[in-house]
Structure formats: C-alpha cells, structure tokens
C-alpha cells in the first residue's frame, strides 16, 4: 500500500469513526481547531481545567498540546493530560509555538516533551532549531531562516526525542528519523490566515486516532491541510482575499475526496543516512 492509500484509508475512517479529539490549544485559535477537527470528520473537545483534563484524555483517542498562549495553569494541566494520555496510550501531538521566541517557551516545550514523550511534533524549522538547542532566530511564531536544512534538522529532532515530526514550512517535511517524506502542496494563502499551523495539529490528531502508523498520520494531516489550501485559492474569485479563503478552507477539508488525493498529492519518500 503506497502513502496515499493509507492516507485515503486514515480519512476514510476518520469519517466513519468520529474519534474525539482532546485539545489544549491556543486561545487565539480554538474555535478554528474546534472547526477544522469537524470539519475532517472528528469531534473536538477543549477542556483546559486540572481538575477534569485527565478523565477527558481517557475518553479521547488522540491529545493536542500546543503552547501558544502558555500560562502557569494550562501549563500543568498539560502536563496532567499528557501523563494521563501517555498512561492510557492516547496518541499526543505536541506544538511548541514560538520556542526559538523565549527561553521560556523552549523550556515549557522540552519539559514536556521529556515527561509526556509526544507522539508527533509539528513545528516550523525555527521552533526545531530551538528545540535543538541551536541558534533561532524567531520572531513571534512564525518561521525564519532558511530551510535549507530542513530535513536534516526534522531528523534530528525526530531521532533526539524518539517521535516523528512534522516540520511545516515551504516545504513540508514528515519523519520518524528513518524514512521521510517531503510534501510539497499547499499554497502562500495559508500564511495570512492565523492559524493554520494550530489547526493542522487537529488533521494529525484526528489522523492518529484512528491509526498506529504515526508518521503516516502525521503525512495524512499536513496533507489534508496542504491539498485543502490549494482548493480554496483555486475558489476564490474576484476580489475574495483572506476572509473568503479561510472559510473556504475549512469547505475544503469537509469535501476533499480521494481522487483529489490521488491526482494531486506532491509526495516524495526517501530514507535518513
């Protein structure tokens, strides 16, 4: 079976299945992960409280940590929820916003990272670097530098912490520190929307719910999100812009089909030195 089929196959069930998807997300952008996990066909859940976090992993299939708009409480209810979650085996996708921004932010990421041992980290090739403990040179959350290296800096990553990682960037890159793929959908509209990168977390958590390949999911959910942004552009007509593609993206998601998968998937595979 080649990637593509295991990632129609993921979607498939996904749709069937309905996974719930447990997120501790950014405040800036939960009503669109919210939006973007039913949009795929999951059904999202945002509790962020101590006191309940735990029994809200149990009944999920899949967790989402992402630091966005880290706080002292949704810090340790994160970290309850990954323990909980890593317990119960619940698959995490961990987002380490901004953490070439602050030392506080690499610090909140690697704590988390070496007591919940995500099972995905999506990043830009910044964060990675920061994760890394090499130079970054980030500016809020977004990317910056060059990606020259991505796909030796997303090995690395994914070899230090014993995960896959998903490094989002002009290109894309998916490995476990073995194999990888490069992707290259998606189109330069997804970054004038805030978001995308927070509700591509919600693609591969709704992927991994549904399956134990952990680096297809993660190929799954940036793909999702990758072929969904070049649908909405090609949408747009006259003078839409932004406003217009964001809805049109979350239409995307809900329709793309298999065939769109097949014909337009940019995958290329190949195996680390």
């Known amino acids: 079976m080649n990637i593509k089929q295991e990632v129609n196959l993921i979607l498939s069930e996904i749709r069937r299945s309905r996974p719930l998807v447990h997120h501790l997300t950014n405040a800036v952008t939960i009503n669109d992960c919210a939006n973007m996990t039913l949009a795929v066909g999951a059904s999202p859940v945002m509790s962020t409280h101590r006191d309940e976090v735990a029994e809200v992993v149990r009944a999920s299939r899949a967790l ?61 090739i910044s964060e990675m670097r920061a994760l890394l403990g090499e130079t970054s040179h980030a500016c809020g959350v977004d990317a910056s530098g060059t990606e020259d290296d991505a796909l030796g800096v997303a090995v690395r990553v994914a070899q230090a912490f014993g995960c896959v990682v998903a490094l989002t960037g002009a290109r894309d890159i998916i490995t476990d520190g073995k194999q990888y793929y490069c992707l290259q959908n998606g189109h330069t509209m997804l ?19 549904v399956t134990n390949n952990a680096l297809a999911a993660a190929v799954a959910g940036v793909l999702i999100m990758g072929l969904a942004g070049e649908v909405a552009h090609k949408s747009l007509f006259g003078s839409a812009a932004v406003g217009a593609f964001r809805v049109k993206l979350f239409d995307a998601v809900f329709a793309l089909s298999s065939i769109e998968i097949e014909q337009y998937a940019k995958i290329e595979q190949g195996e680390t030195l």
Do not use: F, W, Y
């Open 191 to 209: 970054t004038r929307v805030t978001g995308t990168g927070c509700m591509t977390n919600s693609l591969i958590a709704s992927a991994l719910a």
């Open 64 to 124: 989402v940590l992402n630091i966005g708009m880290i706080s002292d409480p949704i810090e340790e209810a994160m970290h309850i929820a990954g323990t909980e979650a890593k317990k119960a085996g619940v698959p995490i996708v961990l987002d380490p916003v901004g953490a070439g921004a602050t030392r506080h932010r690499c610090d909140v990421a690697q704590k988390l990272i070496t007591s919940v041992h995500p099972t995905v980290i999506r990043g830009n």
